[in-house]
T-cell receptor, first 113, second 115 residues
Framework: EDQVTQSPEALRLQEGESSSLNCSYT??????LFWYRQDPGKGPEFLFT???AGEEKEKERLKATLTKKESFLHITAPKPEDSATYLC??????????????FGAGTTVTVRA | DTGVSQDPRHKITKRGQNVTFRCDPI?????LYWYRQTLGQGPEFLTY????????KSRLLSDRFSAERPKGSFSTLEIQRTEQGDSAMYLC?????????????FGPGTRLTVL
């Protein structure tokens, strides 16, 4: 069974204090690893898809990287508006019609001004 | 592109009642997914459709749950004889239906509270 573990559970940062979130995964075969942002009471908002080890993607202050066993989401010089829960999910490939996402529990980031 | 929409946004019901939720996907998206999310957890997969065909159901989806997607457009998720353990956020997502992997876009969710 696919497993996704995110750490830490919660992260409190000062504005401008860079940090990284970890997502470790165990899957039979990886189709893609996804990062989403979720604000309280709202649905997840898509950030990135990573497909193979060594791949990196950036968007504003966020950068996602992927290895064979884990992914990191780096937040550079965060601002209060970056406060949210960040979810990691994997899409495995044991069967050709298996497109479901398996999510971790998320990391809740709070950025103080 | 108006995004995925869900209705209602909030539903309060009494134990034993039936409830139905609706999801309208992004237009021309072939795949539609239902997930359930409880407080402090990530979303858990329930079921998904490729056009009108329901291709996979999770073991989490008991006999009290049923989903449909008539004509491959909107979808409904019905829960019969609700239980307090059904209280959760029900999320719908849609994706373009690409051959290998494609991105799922989520709606705002329906918050269900069972009293």
């Amino acid at each position: 069974e696919d497993q996704v573990t995110q750490s830490p559970e919660a992260l409190r940062l000062q504005e401008g204090e860079s940090s990284s979130l970890n997502c470790s995964y165990t899957v039979s075969g990886l189709r893609g690893l996804f990062w989403y942002r979720q604000d309280p009471g709202k649905g997840p908002e898509f950030l990135f898809t990573l497909y193979s080890a060594g791949e990196e993607k950036e968007k504003e202050r966020l950068k996602a990287t992927l290895t064979k066993k884990e992914s990191f989401l780096h937040i550079t010089a965060p601002k209060p508006e970056d406060s949210a829960t960040y979810l990691c999910a994997v899409q495995a490939s044991p069967r050709s019609n298996d497109y479901k996402l398996s999510f971790g529990a998320g990391t809740t980031v709070t950025v103080r001004a | 592109d108006t995004g995925v929409s869900q209705d209602p946004r909030h539903k309060i019901t009494k134990r034993g009642q039936n409830v139905t939720f609706r999801c309208d996907p992004i237009s021309e998206h072939n795949r539609l997914y239902w997930y359930r999310q409880t407080l402090g957890q990530g979303p858990e997969f329930l079921t998904y459709f490729q056009n009108e065909a329901q291709l996979e159901k999770s073991r989490l989806l008991s006999d009290r749950f049923s989903a449909e997607r008539p004509k491959g457009s909107f979808s409904t998720l019905e829960i019969q004889r609700t239980e307090q353990g059904d209280s959760a956020m029900y999320l719908c997502a849609s994706s373009p239906g690409l051959a290998y992997t494609d991105t799922q876009y989520f709606g705002p969710g329906t918050r269900l509270t069972v009293l």
